[in-house]
């Protein structure tokens, strides 16, 4: 007897962007009328290829959806001092409601130390210390990016998450870590395997959701996944012909899986649109936070 293999419907992190940041553009408009234009600054130090393109594709984002950006561009040998006095400069300007310093950051400078700089409200990477404890004691404060847009994408097939397993490959503060946490705070039953899982095959044929952020191809194959699952691909590696390509097999795994996302065109442009709502969020925190201020003093 031959099975027909099912193929996995695809979650189009495109079409879902779409949706969200005219999302995004409707709150800017609403914004504008109350006297706000939110605000972006973007931060690149030095003359990383990839990271310009990200930048560049973020400071477009934002125009794209009537927000105001700026993009500061500095010397890869800008002294980390020099950094800090503008990270301070952008906590105090009022026309900047988010502050994002592409990393990574040229080898002398402490990221940390400079994430730390950027003002709590204004941290719409949801890198500082105090969102990653926000997020960890499920308080309210910016979510990192990524692991948010594939929380969106999960939202959009309406994947109910109480008692399932899921299983996230990577254990990244920016991706694998949050992730799993978001995933927590759903209900879901939740793994985090890594470069020293025993047995990664024996975990991931156990998951209903399977998000792998690990940064290298093939990590994922058919054979490691339950069919039904929901596969989320994090990765963005490039295959032997220069292909941009996920952490997963995406032609083997399609055939096992329910919903897949696909790279390039799924979690990517969710990490753009989720940095957009962040700033969004931001800019009305503090609209409602100067309303409030107005009132007392009247
Ligand atoms: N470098 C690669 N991705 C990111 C991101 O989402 N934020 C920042 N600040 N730097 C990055």
């Not at 800017?28 to 605000?39: E, I, M, Q, S």
């Not at 600054?41 to 594709?57: E, I, K, M, P, T």
């Not at 799993?180 to 395997?193: D, R």
Request: hydrophobic letters at 45%; one cysteine or more.
């Amino acid at each position: 007897m031959t099975t027909t293999p099912t193929k996995a419907q695809i979650i189009d992190g495109v079409a879902l962007s779409k949706q969200l940041r005219e999302d995004v553009a409707r709150r800017t408009a609403a914004l504008k009328t109350r006297g706000v234009t939110p605000g972006l600054a973007v931060v690149l130090v030095g003359d990383n290829q990839a990271s310009q393109v990200y930048v560049r594709n973020k400071v477009k984002a934002c125009s794209d959806a009537g927000l105001h950006s700026v993009l500061e561009k500095y010397d890869a040998s800008m002294p980390e001092a020099e950094l800090l006095a503008r990270v301070e400069a952008l906590n105090n300007d009022p026309a900047i409601h988010g502050i994002l310093v592409q990393l990574p950051l040229p080898a002398h400078i402490d990221a940390h130390k400079v994430i730390e700089a950027i003002s709590p409200t204004k941290d719409v990477d949801g890198f500082h210390v105090a969102s990653a404890g926000a997020l960890m004691v499920g308080q309210p404060g910016f979510w990192p990016c990524t692991p948010y847009g594939c929380m969106k994408m999960l939202e959009s097939i309406g994947y109910d998450l109480r008692g399932k397993h899921a299983v996230v490959i990577g254990r990244s503060n920016i991706v694998g870590k949050p992730m799993a946490l978001m995933l927590l705070q759903k209900n879901a039953t939740v793994t985090v395997c890594h470069s020293a899982t025993a047995n990664l095959k024996a975990m991931t044929l156990q998951a209903d959701v399977i998000v792998a952020a690990v940064g290298k191809r093939n990590v994922l194959t058919a054979d490691m996944v339950k069919p039904g699952a929901v596969v989320l691909d994090v990765g963005m590696n490039r295959d032997d012909a220069g292909k941009l390509c996920g952490d997963v097999d995406f032609a083997g795994v399609s055939t096992v899986a329910s919903h897949i996302t696909p790279v390039p065109g799924g979690v990517g442009p969710m990490t753009i649109t989720m940095l957009l709502v962040n700033t969004i969020e931001a800019a009305e925190r503090e609209a409602t936070r100067l309303e409030k201020l107005g009132n007392i003093s009247k």
